[in-house]
């Protein structure tokens, strides 16, 4: 075994995670679903999420046949909400494609929608004990430190070279359990010891062959990307308010909160009152622009500008598809992205707001 690998070993008997809700057992659904929701998200928030998701859902075969709102409702809130989808989808390819059975391979699990190589990996370790390279966020910064490998991880040479490292660092002659023991010590010591910003170096378990310690280049590696500032997109969002109802509209999917409810959203510069009568067919007052809400996707920010209206006119959305008046406490329990939950609680259910409901 690598001393890389042995020492990652040792030091996770002591001073790793061994009581994470998803720890508790082999099965591949809990496990994937875990891994799903620990991507890009720490697991701190990951962990209430989980527990009221397997509550809900406490197999394939409930996710299966569950409506993708009831989903995407319990996902509000945490983020990247084609994670969900893909959740769902690829629930449903179980069942009708494995009979209900997770696959068990790393190159199958790799086929699901929404899986990644070493998201794949993780699962095939976990569940099934084989033994794969993860080659996550955490484990790249760890090995372009620990084998001093220079160049943005997001390159394809480089993240070639840390595949290779990733996998020439197997516990390859492993006893039982040493594969799920090592994975889970090099997903912990990214998270506690070599963090991206000021590592414990002192406490880590591979700081005597550390490349990067010993040139002194912790803090340059890994590469950095070249930053571009990210474009910036405004749009405006229309509370409607009819008595005590706000009109929500489902966005459509695929695309930026697919399938998600939202006020409807119009370009800048488009007469708000003309749209209103012309694509809602109602009339409208307009009442106050609320304060601007800003809100940063990985690709772009994105500057809403809310507009409270009144309908003034008795007619009823039911013939439009896709639309519902709710009420913005009910509206909270449906799927919908953080920054409208923020506008909604903030306009509608704060005691300080003129427009309480
Ligand atoms: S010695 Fe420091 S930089 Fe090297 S792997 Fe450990 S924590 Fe990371």
């Given at each position: 075994m690598s001393a890389f690998a042995e020492q990652l070993i040792i030091w996770h008997d002591q001073?790793?995670?061994h009581h994470l809700p998803w720890q508790k057992n082999r099965d591949p659904y809990a496990i994937w679903l875990s891994e799903i929701m620990l991507q890009q998200t720490q697991v701190n928030m990951v962990i209430p999420y989980y527990a009221r998701f397997m509550q809900k859902f406490p197999t394939i075969s409930s996710l299966a046949q569950a409506p993708l709102d009831a989903v995407l409702s319990l996902w509000s809130g945490l983020g990247y909400y084609a994670r969900a989808r893909n959740l769902h989808v690829t629930a449903r390819k179980v069942m009708h494609h494995?009979?209900?059975?997770?696959?068990?391979?790393?190159?199958?699990?790799?086929?699901?929608p929404g899986i990644?190589?070493?998201?794949?990996?993780?699962?095939?370790?976990?569940?099934?004990g084989q033994c794969e390279a993860i080659l996550d966020g955490n484990v790249k910064r760890i090995l372009a430190r620990y084998f001093g490998i220079s160049g943005f991880p997001g390159e394809t040479k480089t993240q070639n070279l840390l595949w290779k490292k990733a996998e020439e660092s197997l516990p390859i002659h492993h006893q039982n359990g040493k594969i799920e023991t090592y994975t889970q010590a090099l997903m912990d010591l990214g998270t506690a010891v070599c963090t991206r910003r000021a590592p414990l170096c002192k406490?880590?378990?591979?700081?005597?062959?550390?490349?990067?310690?010993?040139?002194?280049?912790?803090?340059?590696?890994?590469?950095?990307?070249p930053r571009k500032p990210l474009p910036q997109k405004e749009t405006t969002f229309l509370l409607l308010m009819q008595q005590q109802n706000i009109l929500l509209e489902q966005r459509p999917a695929p695309g930026i909160w697919g399938e998600l409810w939202c006020p409807p959203e119009i370009g800048i510069?488009?007469?708000v009152?003309?749209?209103?009568?012309?694509?809602?067919n109602i009339e409208v007052r307009a009442l106050i622009e609320l304060p601007i809400l800003d809100h940063q996707f990985t690709h772009f920010k994105l500057r809403i500008h809310p507009q409270l209206l009144q309908v003034t006119s008795s007619e009823s959305l039911a013939t439009l598809p896709k639309f519902i008046w709710t009420k913005p406490s009910d509206a909270l329990a449906k799927g919908i992205p953080a920054p409208v939950r923020k506008l909604l609680k903030q306009t509608f259910l704060s005691k300080f707001s003129p427009y309480r409901i």
């Open positions: 001073h790793g995670r494995y009979q209900g059975q997770f696959p068990c391979t790393r190159e199958a699990i790799q086929h699901l990644g190589r070493s998201t794949a990996a993780a699962i095939a370790v976990f569940a099934f406490a880590c378990p591979l700081q005597s062959e550390c490349v990067a310690l010993k040139e002194n280049r912790v803090d340059q590696l890994p590469t950095t990307k510069g488009i007469d009152i003309t749209y209103c009568q012309h694509n809602l």
